[in-house]
């Protein structure tokens, strides 16, 4: 394992501690793992978060117009309880809280428990559970389906219904319908490595390639043999609007996400052929993300997402927010 | 058989030895079919639960399971720190303010957590979970209640630990993995059979040492 790292039970602390050095909009609550605005408005607060290793998510979408808290657990680990209970606490400021969850069973799990620690304190909590991996089929596992990089959309639009001043079902229902119009997939050209582990999460061959990836380097859904950007986009693509339902002249969203370890230019060069399966089927394309925004260490590859627009969604998805890692 | 406050103590000491002992073959597993954190995880968490249990040094059993159970909550994560943390929690209102428990009330008490852990998992027995382990556990002690047969309970576990092998996962990382996670032995249900081996040990003061890390491997 090659690393830039100190002592490795460090390694989630020396993070923000860098990130929150590099940014002084955020403030770390002391003795936790939680980042928060310095500055909290009075209005609905907005908490996500999950393990690290995902970085910028989610502490980078801390920002006016994004998310009041982010709670960073151990590297792919979901943060305990008393932590998410500290950020729900924290930003809280009497108009109610909204979590939101990306689909593992862990974060469910200690997200909720943190929500019945906060309602036993008489705070408002509403959660959204994000399920956009469309690699997962609903069907056959009674778990559902991940969440993966669409879930920084639904931190993007319920942050800004947020910050102009809706209540907290209001938030609840927007977010909520962002997750219903979001769908993910992703691919691995190489496998990342968990810093406390050492070693990969899984091998791959040379000219082999994970499709259906997560994001925290468990295997995907089948390895295939490596094929050109435009039928590797071709093919996630296809996943996607074959779950979501599109019509000719639906406005979308597109996001192409950088696993960590991928040039730009490999991103551009996907979305070069994006471009011409939505303009194929008719959409227009009111916005396209290309960057790192949900990462998995040092993995190669990237995630598609495609989130189905309407004018509500648009105007909030264009509001202004000074998140750090959303683009400017 | 007795179960008293030092039992537990030692219980929870060996375990996390233990822990720290087999945390590179749970990684492995782990690591097949889900992130790759189950041993580093389990063998931290209880490290501080041993910990904090020395420091505060509780005067019964039932603050003794509580004492683990927040030390669990607040440093294990993923799916493993609530469902662990609950086990203790449950354990916890059955044992409370009894310096020692009988058989029956330790069937009791394994009942109460595994529901806790059925309740927080919403897992069915057969999804490749460690539930799968705890109602092997709890149904063999129901039947064999007063009988003494611990250390059968061991063979039982370990039976139960090897059958999730061939199982696909319905609930946990590993169910992304469909069809795929079948031949690997689920983590959680070896750790779990690792409390149970621990727990024979402590009530019974010998019991054998299981070598998970050639069975499950």
């Known amino acids: 394992m090659k690393k830039l790292v100190n002592e490795l039970d460090q390694y989630v602390t020396e993070m923000l501690n860098g990130l929150v050095s590099a940014n002084p909009s955020l403030r770390r609550v002391e003795g936790t793992q939680v980042l928060v605005r310095r500055e909290l408005s009075a209005k609905v607060g907005l908490v996500s978060g999950g393990g690290s290793g995902h970085e910028p998510a989610h502490a980078g979408f801390v920002g006016t117009g994004m998310l009041d808290g982010a709670v960073s657990g151990e590297v792919f680990t979901s943060p305990t309880p008393d932590q998410v209970y500290a950020a729900i606490n924290e930003v809280n400021q009497g108009k109610g809280v909204l979590l939101i969850i990306k689909n593992y069973t862990g974060d469910v799990m200690n997200f909720e428990m943190a929500a019945d620690m906060a309602r036993a304190e008489g705070i408002d909590v509403a959660q959204v559970i994000v399920a956009d991996d469309v690699a997962v089929e609903n069907s056959t596992y009674t778990i559902g389906r991940r969440g993966i990089a669409g879930t920084v959309f639904v931190h993007k639009i319920a942050g800004a219904a947020a910050e102009a001043g809706l209540s907290l079902q209001e938030v609840h229902r927007i977010a909520q319908k962002v997750t219903e119009n979001v769908r993910s997939m992703g691919m691995a050209l190489t496998p990342c490595t968990v810093p406390a582990n050492g070693k990969p999460s899984f091998d791959l061959e040379e000219q082999e390639v994970e499709i259906g990836i997560g994001i925290h380097g468990e295997p995907g859904i089948e390895r295939t043999s490596l094929q050109s950007a435009n039928a590797t986009a071709e093919f996630l693509f296809g996943k996607i609007v074959n779950d979501l339902p599109l019509t000719s002249g639906d406005e979308v969203a597109i996001m192409v996400n950088g696993m960590g370890a991928t040039p730009l230019s490999e991103l551009f060069i996907v979305n070069h052929h994006v471009a011409d399966l939505t303009s194929e089927k008719k959409l227009k394309v009111h916005k396209t993300l290309i960057g790192e925004f949900m990462t998995s260490l040092e993995m190669a590859g990237f995630s598609l997402s495609v989130l189905k627009l309407d004018e509500e969604l648009k105007k909030f998805l264009d509001a202004p927010t000074s998140a750090p890692a959303w683009p400017r | ?217």
Not at chain 2, 89 to 108: I, P, T
């Open chain 2, 1 to 217: 058989m007795e179960f008293g406050l030092n039992q537990f103590k030692e219980f929870i000491t060996e375990y996390a030895q233990r822990l720290e002992e087999l945390k590179s073959t749970l990684n492995e597993l782990d690591n097949r079919i889900g992130d790759g954190d189950h041993g580093t995880n389990m063998a931290r968490g209880f490290q501080v639960a041993n910990q904090q249990l020395q420091a505060k040094n509780p005067t019964d059993i039932g603050t003794a399971c509580n004492t683990v159970a927040m030390a669990l909550l607040g440093n294990v994560g993923g799916a493993s720190g609530p469902l662990y943390g609950t086990i203790f929690m449950k354990l916890a209102s059955v044992f409370k303010e009894k310096l020692s428990v009988d058989d029956e009330m330790l069937l009791n008490g394994f009942l109460f957590a595994k529901n806790g852990i059925i309740e927080r998992g919403k897992a069915q027995y057969g999804d490749k979970t460690m539930l799968d382990v705890w109602e092997t556990a709890t149904s063999f002690l129901q039947s064999n209640v007063g009988t003494n047969r611990y250390r059968d309970l061991m063979t039982v576990v370990q039976e139960a630990v090897l059958e999730t092998r061939d199982r696909v996962a319905k609930k946990g990382r590993a169910a992304y993995l469909g069809p795929r996670s079948a031949g690997t032995c689920d983590p959680g249900s070896v750790s779990s059979g690792l409390f149970f081996e621990v727990f024979v040990r402590a009530l019974d003061g010998e019991g054998a040492i299981i070598r998970w890390e050639t069975l499950v491997l």
